[in-house]
Protein backbone atom coordinates (compact mmCIF):
# COMPACT_ATOMS: atom_id res chain seq x y z
CA UNK A 1 0.00 0.00 0.00
CA UNK A 2 1.35 3.49 -1.05
CA UNK A 3 0.97 6.02 1.55
CA UNK A 4 1.10 9.98 0.07
CA UNK A 5 0.77 12.79 2.44
CA UNK A 6 0.35 16.97 1.40
CA UNK A 7 3.88 18.06 2.56
CA UNK A 8 5.42 21.07 1.36
CA UNK A 9 2.26 22.93 -0.20
CA UNK A 10 0.27 22.39 2.92
CA UNK A 11 3.02 23.11 5.29
CA UNK A 12 3.86 26.37 3.30
CA UNK A 13 0.05 27.71 4.14
CA UNK A 14 -0.42 26.40 7.32
CA UNK A 15 3.10 28.04 8.12
CA UNK A 16 1.29 31.56 7.67
CA UNK A 17 -1.21 30.86 9.46
CA UNK A 18 0.58 29.16 12.61
CA UNK A 19 3.00 31.95 13.22
CA UNK A 20 1.34 35.41 11.89
CA UNK A 21 0.52 37.90 14.26
CA UNK A 22 -3.00 37.86 13.72
CA UNK A 23 -3.83 34.40 13.50
CA UNK A 24 -1.66 32.45 16.66
CA UNK A 25 -3.51 28.97 14.95
CA UNK A 26 -4.86 27.97 12.05
CA UNK A 27 -8.85 29.50 12.79
CA UNK A 28 -12.11 28.53 10.97
CA UNK A 29 -12.57 31.53 8.87
CA UNK A 30 -15.64 33.67 11.00
CA UNK A 31 -17.59 36.95 10.00
CA UNK A 32 -20.01 39.46 11.43
CA UNK A 33 -23.35 39.46 11.14
CA UNK A 34 -24.14 43.26 10.68
CA UNK A 35 -27.91 43.68 9.87
CA UNK A 36 -29.62 45.29 11.36
CA UNK A 37 -27.59 46.56 14.01
CA UNK A 38 -23.85 47.16 13.44
CA UNK A 39 -20.97 45.82 15.92
CA UNK A 40 -17.59 47.14 14.89
CA UNK A 41 -15.25 45.54 17.33
CA UNK A 42 -11.36 46.77 17.49
CA UNK A 43 -8.29 45.24 15.64
CA UNK A 44 -7.62 43.93 19.37
CA UNK A 45 -10.91 42.43 20.07
CA UNK A 46 -11.11 40.90 17.11
CA UNK A 47 -7.66 39.32 16.76
CA UNK A 48 -8.36 37.94 20.66
CA UNK A 49 -11.37 36.29 19.30
CA UNK A 50 -9.83 34.82 16.35
CA UNK A 51 -7.23 33.22 18.97
CA UNK A 52 -9.36 32.14 21.52
CA UNK A 53 -11.41 30.54 18.65
CA UNK A 54 -8.75 28.56 17.22
CA UNK A 55 -7.65 27.22 20.86
CA UNK A 56 -11.11 26.00 21.44
CA UNK A 57 -10.58 23.94 17.86
CA UNK A 58 -6.90 22.74 19.09
CA UNK A 59 -8.78 21.60 22.48
CA UNK A 60 -12.07 19.87 20.72
CA UNK A 61 -9.36 18.13 18.69
CA UNK A 62 -7.24 16.99 21.36
CA UNK A 63 -9.82 16.11 23.83
CA UNK A 64 -11.52 13.94 20.90
CA UNK A 65 -8.01 12.51 19.92
CA UNK A 66 -6.18 12.24 22.56
CA UNK A 67 -7.03 8.95 24.44
CA UNK A 68 -6.81 7.10 20.66
CA UNK A 69 -3.85 8.45 20.10
CA UNK A 70 -1.99 7.81 22.99
CA UNK A 71 -2.87 3.94 22.96
CA UNK A 72 -2.28 3.95 19.51
CA UNK A 73 1.34 5.43 19.77
CA UNK A 74 1.80 3.04 22.97
CA UNK A 75 1.54 0.00 20.92
CA UNK A 76 3.64 1.34 17.86
CA UNK A 77 6.89 2.53 20.03
CA UNK A 78 5.59 6.61 18.64
CA UNK A 79 5.32 9.67 20.63
CA UNK A 80 1.46 10.73 20.90
CA UNK A 81 2.61 14.07 21.41
CA UNK A 82 3.99 14.15 18.20
CA UNK A 83 1.50 12.59 16.37
CA UNK A 84 -1.64 14.73 17.86
CA UNK A 85 0.82 17.88 17.27
CA UNK A 86 0.86 16.50 13.38
CA UNK A 87 -3.02 16.07 13.42
CA UNK A 88 -3.47 19.83 14.32
CA UNK A 89 -1.29 21.22 11.99
CA UNK A 90 -2.35 18.92 8.77
CA UNK A 91 -6.07 19.48 9.92
CA UNK A 92 -6.34 22.80 10.87
CA UNK A 93 -7.16 22.15 14.50
CA UNK A 94 -9.87 19.59 12.63
CA UNK A 95 -11.68 22.55 10.97
CA UNK A 96 -10.50 21.09 7.78
CA UNK A 97 -13.23 19.50 5.12
CA UNK A 98 -11.34 16.53 5.18
CA UNK A 99 -10.46 16.41 8.78
CA UNK A 100 -14.63 16.80 9.47
CA UNK A 101 -17.20 13.59 9.27
CA UNK A 102 -17.30 11.60 7.23
CA UNK A 103 -14.28 11.76 6.09
CA UNK A 104 -11.66 11.95 9.18
CA UNK A 105 -8.86 12.36 7.06
CA UNK A 106 -6.59 14.23 9.73
CA UNK A 107 -3.14 13.82 7.65
CA UNK A 108 -3.80 14.37 4.22
CA UNK A 109 -3.42 11.08 3.17
CA UNK A 110 -4.17 10.52 -0.60
CA UNK A 111 -6.02 7.40 -1.89
CA UNK A 112 -5.06 4.95 -4.26
CA UNK A 113 -5.91 1.87 -5.78
CA UNK A 114 -9.29 0.18 -3.87
CA UNK A 115 -9.32 2.27 -0.77
CA UNK A 116 -12.07 4.29 -0.03
CA UNK A 117 -11.62 8.03 -1.22
CA UNK A 118 -12.93 10.99 -2.00
CA UNK A 119 -12.23 13.72 -4.61
CA UNK A 120 -11.52 17.09 -3.64
CA UNK A 121 -9.92 20.22 -5.06
CA UNK A 122 -6.48 20.76 -3.49
CA UNK A 123 -3.23 23.16 -4.81
CA UNK A 124 -0.39 21.91 -6.06
CA UNK A 125 2.65 24.00 -7.34
CA UNK A 126 3.49 23.27 -10.96
CA UNK A 127 5.98 24.45 -13.30
CA UNK A 128 6.14 27.79 -11.26
CA UNK A 129 2.96 28.43 -10.14
CA UNK A 130 0.19 27.51 -7.74
CA UNK A 131 -2.94 25.31 -9.96
CA UNK A 132 -5.97 24.03 -8.51
CA UNK A 133 -6.74 19.94 -9.43
CA UNK A 134 -9.09 17.33 -8.01
CA UNK A 135 -7.41 14.58 -6.23
CA UNK A 136 -8.47 11.44 -4.50
CA UNK A 137 -7.90 11.48 -0.54
CA UNK A 138 -8.49 8.63 2.01
CA UNK A 139 -11.31 8.65 3.66
CA UNK A 140 -12.30 6.53 6.97
CA UNK A 141 -14.81 5.47 9.43
CA UNK A 142 -13.25 7.51 12.73
CA UNK A 143 -10.12 9.43 13.75
CA UNK A 144 -9.30 5.93 15.22
CA UNK A 145 -8.71 4.81 12.08
CA UNK A 146 -6.93 7.56 10.52
CA UNK A 147 -4.76 7.57 13.93
CA UNK A 148 -3.83 4.04 13.13
CA UNK A 149 -2.98 4.60 9.25
CA UNK A 150 -0.87 7.54 10.56
CA UNK A 151 0.82 4.95 12.91
CA UNK A 152 1.20 2.19 9.67
CA UNK A 153 3.03 5.12 7.41
CA UNK A 154 5.62 6.08 10.24
CA UNK A 155 6.33 2.17 11.09
CA UNK A 156 6.18 1.21 7.23
CA UNK A 157 9.39 -0.09 5.73
CA UNK A 158 10.56 0.41 1.85
CA UNK A 159 9.52 -2.71 -0.31
CA UNK A 160 12.66 -2.97 -1.75
CA UNK A 161 15.17 -2.50 1.24
CA UNK A 162 13.32 -3.38 3.95
CA UNK A 163 14.55 -0.28 5.50
CA UNK A 164 12.09 1.78 7.73
CA UNK A 165 10.92 4.87 6.42
CA UNK A 166 10.65 6.88 9.51
CA UNK A 167 12.85 4.64 11.94
CA UNK A 168 14.34 7.93 13.72
CA UNK A 169 10.76 8.96 14.51
CA UNK A 170 10.26 5.87 16.87
CA UNK A 171 10.60 6.38 20.80
CA UNK A 172 13.43 3.67 20.92
CA UNK A 173 15.57 5.35 18.79
CA UNK A 174 15.08 8.43 20.35
CA UNK A 175 16.00 10.84 23.33
CA UNK A 176 12.72 12.53 23.07
CA UNK A 177 10.03 14.36 21.17
CA UNK A 178 12.92 16.78 19.70
CA UNK A 179 14.61 14.08 18.17
CA UNK A 180 11.75 13.01 16.56
CA UNK A 181 10.00 16.12 15.14
CA UNK A 182 13.87 16.84 14.06
CA UNK A 183 13.57 13.44 12.03
CA UNK A 184 10.24 14.33 10.10
CA UNK A 185 11.41 17.39 8.80
CA UNK A 186 12.70 17.02 5.17
CA UNK A 187 11.14 13.16 5.45
CA UNK A 188 7.70 13.47 6.41
CA UNK A 189 7.69 17.01 5.23
CA UNK A 190 9.94 19.37 2.90
CA UNK A 191 9.08 22.69 5.29
CA UNK A 192 12.24 23.32 6.58
CA UNK A 193 10.48 25.01 9.63
CA UNK A 194 8.16 21.65 10.19
CA UNK A 195 10.00 20.34 13.45
CA UNK A 196 9.49 24.35 14.72
CA UNK A 197 5.97 24.49 14.23
CA UNK A 198 5.16 20.73 16.44
CA UNK A 199 7.30 21.69 18.59
CA UNK A 200 5.32 24.70 19.51
CA UNK A 201 2.22 23.10 19.24
CA UNK A 202 3.52 20.42 21.95
CA UNK A 203 4.79 22.68 24.26
CA UNK A 204 1.39 25.55 24.29
CA UNK A 205 -0.90 22.40 24.31
CA UNK A 206 1.16 20.38 26.83
CA UNK A 207 0.70 17.16 24.21
CA UNK A 208 3.76 15.27 26.45
CA UNK A 209 1.25 14.21 28.77
CA UNK A 210 -0.27 11.57 26.42
CA UNK A 211 3.12 10.17 26.17
CA UNK A 212 2.90 8.35 29.35
CA UNK A 213 2.21 4.77 28.84
CA UNK A 214 -0.94 3.83 30.96
CA UNK A 215 -2.44 7.51 31.74
CA UNK A 216 -5.36 8.17 29.74
CA UNK A 217 -5.41 12.56 29.96
CA UNK A 218 -7.87 15.00 28.77
CA UNK A 219 -7.98 18.64 28.45
CA UNK A 220 -11.08 20.62 28.99
CA UNK A 221 -11.32 24.07 27.46
CA UNK A 222 -14.52 26.41 27.88
CA UNK A 223 -15.07 30.01 27.31
CA UNK A 224 -13.79 31.34 30.71
CA UNK A 225 -10.81 29.06 30.38
CA UNK A 226 -7.21 30.40 28.98
CA UNK A 227 -4.21 28.29 27.43
CA UNK A 228 -2.40 28.88 30.55
CA UNK A 229 -5.65 27.78 32.61
CA UNK A 230 -6.36 24.36 31.14
CA UNK A 231 -7.98 21.39 33.10
CA UNK A 232 -6.41 18.05 32.87
CA UNK A 233 -7.70 15.02 34.08
CA UNK A 234 -5.49 12.33 34.44
CA UNK A 235 -6.67 8.45 35.26
CA UNK A 236 -5.58 4.66 34.40
CA UNK A 237 -6.59 3.77 31.24
CA UNK A 238 -7.38 0.17 32.09
CA UNK A 239 -9.97 1.76 34.73
CA UNK A 240 -13.30 1.60 33.55
CA UNK A 241 -16.97 2.53 34.69
CA UNK A 242 -18.62 -0.65 34.11
CA UNK A 243 -20.20 -1.85 30.79
CA UNK A 244 -23.31 -1.22 28.56
CA UNK A 245 -25.58 -2.72 26.93
CA UNK A 246 -27.01 -1.05 23.48
CA UNK A 247 -30.60 -0.21 23.57
CA UNK A 248 -32.76 0.69 20.12
CA UNK A 249 -32.37 3.84 19.21
CA UNK A 250 -28.94 3.92 20.79
CA UNK A 251 -25.87 5.22 19.01
CA UNK A 252 -22.05 5.97 19.84
CA UNK A 253 -21.93 9.10 20.55
CA UNK A 254 -25.03 8.94 22.53
CA UNK A 255 -23.24 6.06 24.98
CA UNK A 256 -19.91 8.27 24.65
CA UNK A 257 -21.31 10.88 25.97
CA UNK A 258 -23.53 9.54 28.16
CA UNK A 259 -20.49 8.14 30.17
CA UNK A 260 -18.37 11.34 29.65
CA UNK A 261 -15.77 10.16 27.09
CA UNK A 262 -14.91 10.78 23.70
CA UNK A 263 -16.31 8.48 20.62
CA UNK A 264 -13.04 7.09 19.77
CA UNK A 265 -12.34 6.08 23.07
CA UNK A 266 -15.65 4.29 23.55
CA UNK A 267 -14.76 2.39 19.99
CA UNK A 268 -11.07 1.61 21.56
CA UNK A 269 -12.41 0.10 24.52
CA UNK A 270 -14.28 -2.17 22.44
CA UNK A 271 -12.24 -2.66 19.35
CA UNK A 272 -14.58 -1.49 16.76
CA UNK A 273 -13.70 -0.10 13.87
CA UNK A 274 -17.09 1.51 12.52
CA UNK A 275 -20.20 2.63 14.07
CA UNK A 276 -22.19 -0.34 13.87
CA UNK A 277 -23.38 -1.39 17.00
CA UNK A 278 -26.67 -3.52 17.44
CA UNK A 279 -29.43 -3.90 20.24
CA UNK A 280 -28.07 -6.01 23.05
CA UNK A 281 -24.43 -5.48 22.12
CA UNK A 282 -22.52 -5.28 25.51
CA UNK A 283 -19.90 -2.79 25.65
CA UNK A 284 -16.83 -1.46 27.80
CA UNK A 285 -17.55 2.47 28.99
Do not use: C
Amino acid sequence: MTYTTRSERHQKIQKEKLFSKKNVLPVLGTGLVVAPTVMVLSPQHAEAEEVQSGETNAYNLINQIGWSAQQIADSNDLYASVMIAQALLESGNGTSMLSSAPYHNLFGVKGYGQESAVWLPTQEYVEGQWVTINEPFRTYGSYWESLQDHAAVLKSTSFTSGTPHYIGAWKSQTTSYYDATAYLTGRYATDPSYNQKLNWLIATYDLTRFDTAGQTTTATYTEETTATEVVSETSSSSATSGTYVVVAGDTLWDIANRYGISVDQLMGNNGLSGDLIVVGQELVV
